[in-house]
């Protein structure tokens, strides 16, 4: 496999937690590099001697610099930007605005908490169910709509339990062309797939930090499009932005944001991106050479950094055993692979996994 990251090694050697086990487990929580942690360390310092005179620099300047730098990740706005303590928070907090658009179509096993604040009184529940293979069909989803009529469309761009990612374009222009507003949960594909929010057309998109973007726990951000701000002021008479930024978030916790980010930048989406994939196919080659079945993961064009491969819990702990970390989800073992994998990794975990 083409090595699409020349300084692999360099990045690789960030990660401590990389010298002790084969981590393939970035869909359950990210690795935090050395610099990031360090950077939190200093900010803690900073707090500490500093006290209130801190906290207003962030304020009145520093968490509008980690805003830009979230928004500039996902080609939105800083002013439809806000910086929460993570996704399921932000949206909890979103809900009770979004009562106006009573009927939300979710997707069957979407993760729990995207399903959560839409089970608040008021609010009207379509669910549409998985294909037969796991994967999610957007005509299906279409034809629900056309027949529901719903307000909301909201959907985890990668699902948590398979790692199928949906069409986001295509999702957008069915939710433009039919009146919907559209919601889109991206903590398992942020940092791990290039984003354009201009050109994907979201209406509302947010994902929490500890994932793909490795940047621990306790940061996250919603965005919002201009005319989902619009209405929102106009029918709760407040800027719902601000309602979302208001409060003292951590500082510890957006340094991490704002350092992971900027390294994610230093590196390129792109090439990150370009790393995964192939990554992920010289892993399929492999596991199909070995016997191991691979349940998902299969399209490029679908899939993001995860692969489900067949297997038990039994596996998993055997796996874990011999020092290769992966997770037992839905109805398999689920892989995640980010750009400081090798294929050494994939190698090693195929080595152990009949041991």
């Known amino acids: 496999m083409p090595n699409t990251l020349s300084d692999h090694a360099t990045l690789r050697s960030a990660y401590p937690a990389l010298q002790e086990r084969c981590y393939l487990d970035t869909s359950s929580m990210g690795l935090m590099a050395e610099s990031t942690v360090?950077?939190?360390h200093a900010e803690h310092q900073c707090l500490m001697r500093e006290g209130s005179a801190r906290l207003f620099q962030w304020i009145f300047g520093i968490n509008a610099e980690v805003a830009r730098t979230v928004a500039a990740s996902i080609g939105g706005t800083v002013e439809g930007t806000a910086l929460v303590q993570g996704f399921t928070v932000g949206l909890a907090q979103l809900a009770p605005l979004l009562a106006h658009r009573t009927k939300v179509l979710l997707i069957e096993q979407d993760y729990p908490t995207l399903h959560a604040p839409f089970a608040l009184p008021g609010f009207q529940r379509v669910v549409v169910p998985l294909e037969a293979d796991g994967t999610i069909s957007l005509d299906r989803v279409r034809e629900t709509m056309e027949r529901e009529r719903p307000q909301l469309v909201a959907i985890s761009e990668v699902q948590w339990l398979s790692g199928f990612r949906i069409d986001v374009p295509a999702?957008?222009?069915?939710?433009?062309?039919?009146?919907?507003?559209?919601l889109v949960d991206i903590t398992q594909s942020w940092c791990a797939v290039p984003w354009d929010l201009r050109a994907a057309g979201i209406d509302i998109v947010g994902g929490s930090g500890y994932k793909w973007p490795l940047a621990g726990f306790g940061n996250g951000f919603i965005h919002l499009s201009e005319a989902v701000r619009a209405e929102l002021k106009e029918r709760n008479g407040v800027d719902p932005v601000a309602l979302l930024n208001a409060g003292?978030?951590?500082?510890?916790?957006?340094?991490?944001?704002?350092d992971a980010l900027e390294r994610i930048a230093?590196?390129?989406?792109?090439?990150?991106?370009?790393?995964?994939?192939?990554?992920?196919?010289?892993?399929i080659d492999r596991f199909d050479e070995a016997g191991i079945v691979v349940l998902h993961g299969r399209d490029a064009d679908r899939r993001s950094g995860i692969l489900l491969l067949q297997g038990d819990e039994t596996q998993v702990k055997r796996l874990e055993e011999h020092g290769v970390k992966v997770a037992f989800r839905g109805k398999g073992i689920r892989v995640g692979i980010h750009f400081y994998n090798s294929t050494a990794d994939i190698d090693r975990l195929v080595e152990v996994w009949g041991k």
Do not use: E, K, T, Y
């Open 266 to 283: 230093a590196i390129g989406p792109q090439r990150i991106a370009a790393h995964v994939n192939a990554l992920c196919d010289h892993a």
């Open 38 to 40: 360090q950077a939190a």
């Open 248 to 258: 003292h978030r951590d500082p510890v916790s957006l340094v991490r944001l704002q």
């Open 171 to 182: 999702l957008a222009a069915h939710c433009r062309a039919l009146g919907a507003w559209s």
